[in-house]
Each structure stands twice: as C-alpha cells, then as structure tokens.
C-alpha cells in the first residue's frame, strides 16, 4: 500500500519560478523524507524533516509538515533546469529500521 | 554516489530462472534495503537486513529472498523469476545517527527484464 501520495503527478514551469508539491500520508511516522531522481539514476535524498519539527530549509529547499493533516510540501525556490526530476516523499513509521514508504512520485519540469 | 555498487545493472532472463542480483557497500552502514520500482507504484519495499544473518520482510516478499552474510553484501534472489518481476531494482544502505536511523542512500538500480 503507498503512504505517501504526491500531488501533483507532473508539473511544468519555467526556470525562475517556484515549484511546490504535496505529500499526503496515512498513518503516523517518524519522519518523513523527500527523493530526487533524475531519469535513469538512483534515488537521492534531499530533506528529512521529524515528526516534531514543522517547516525544515536546505538551500533552495523549504519543507513544511502537518501532522494534523498528515500532510508535507516541498517548495523549490527560483528553479533552475537541472532542477528537472522525479520527487518522492517517503515515511518512515518510526518501527526502527528505517524501512520507508514511497509515494508515486511529482515529475518536474523546469524549462529554459 | 555513496559506496554502494549494484550488479549487474541490466539483466534479461528468461521466466522460471532463478536470478541473484547484488548490493555491494563500502560505508559499513548496518541497514539494508532492497526496493522496486514500478510505473505507478512508485518505490515498494522487498527485503530489509538490520546487521548480518538478520533479515525481514517487506511489502512485496512474494517470491524473493535474501541473504547477508557480510555487513557489506546484501544479495536478493529471485528463486524462480516470472514476468511480473520485471522492474527496475534499488539497494538502498542507512545508518543509526545517535538512537534516530538517518536518510536512505540509493544504489545506480538494476534493471531486469524477464522474458
């Protein structure tokens, strides 16, 4: 079953605009994580934001976290075109392991 | 990329052929994961190891199974491959930060195709 369910599936914007995307979830976590993958490479992590903090930057980054709504986003400030990827959230139920559950994924398109 | 090495990166087999494939780490991390990843389902969770000989399942054990028997090697087999294993294939490694598991470091991925 997918935790984590991103919004929108794709989205396409020009280079200098802000990009955001959504994360809902289902049960309670530990953390929850944001992914970058560029097409054809592996999964590279971007920002873990805990179940006790509420907003979390990193550069270019800004994440925010409900957990009342249990729900985060993910804002990308002035995108740039190597900005243009697939995004993932993931959670992590806090079960000691850190086995993540992924959502389907934003597909970001940041044009020149 | 952080220290960690799948192999091979593509395989073709055929249906009914057992398949190994290999998750090599030079970060002495004691997690971990294997993932696949399919069109519209995102990244789901196969097999974990939390330290040598300790295994677990996830989400999608069905037809897997695994192997740790060096902290750096973690090897998932598919013991008779079918069509619907088709995918691409991610090894994932993490560590503890304090009592807290930190974020997770991809491998290249593995795409394998059963034919």
């Known amino acids: 079953s997918q935790q984590g369910e991103e919004d929108p599936q794709a989205l396409s914007i020009q280079e200098g605009e802000n990009a955001t995307m959504n994360c809902s979830y289902k049960t309670s976590i530990n953390n929850l994580q944001w992914y970058r993958q560029n097409s054809g490479r592996g999964l590279v992590h971007l920002i873990l934001i805990r179940s006790n903090e509420r907003e979390k930057h990193s550069g270019r980054l800004r994440v925010t976290l409900d957990t009342s709504k249990k729900s985060s986003s993910l804002l990308i400030t002035a995108s740039r075109a190597a900005d243009t990827a697939s995004y993932f959230c993931a959670t992590d139920d806090g079960s000691g392991y850190s086995t993540l559950t992924f959502g389907k994924g934003t597909m970001l398109l940041v044009s020149p | 990329d952080a220290g960690i090495t799948q192999s091979p990166r593509h395989k073709v087999t055929e249906t009914g052929t057992p398949v190994t494939l290999r998750c090599h780490q030079t970060e002495n991390h004691r997690y971990m994961y294997w993932y696949r990843q399919d069109p519209g389902h995102g990244l789901r969770l196969i097999h974990y190891s939390y330290g040598v000989k300790d295994t677990d399942k996830g989400e999608v054990s069905d037809g897997y199974s695994v192997s740790r028997s060096k902290t750096e090697d973690f090897l998932l087999t598919l013991e008779s491959a079918t069509s619907s294993q088709t995918s691409v294939y991610f090894c994932?490694?993490?560590?503890?930060?304090?009592?807290?598991?930190?974020?997770?470091?991809f491998g290249q991925g593995t795409r394998l195709t059963v034919v």
């Open positions: 994932a490694i993490s560590r503890l930060s304090g009592e807290e598991n930190t974020e997770a470091f």
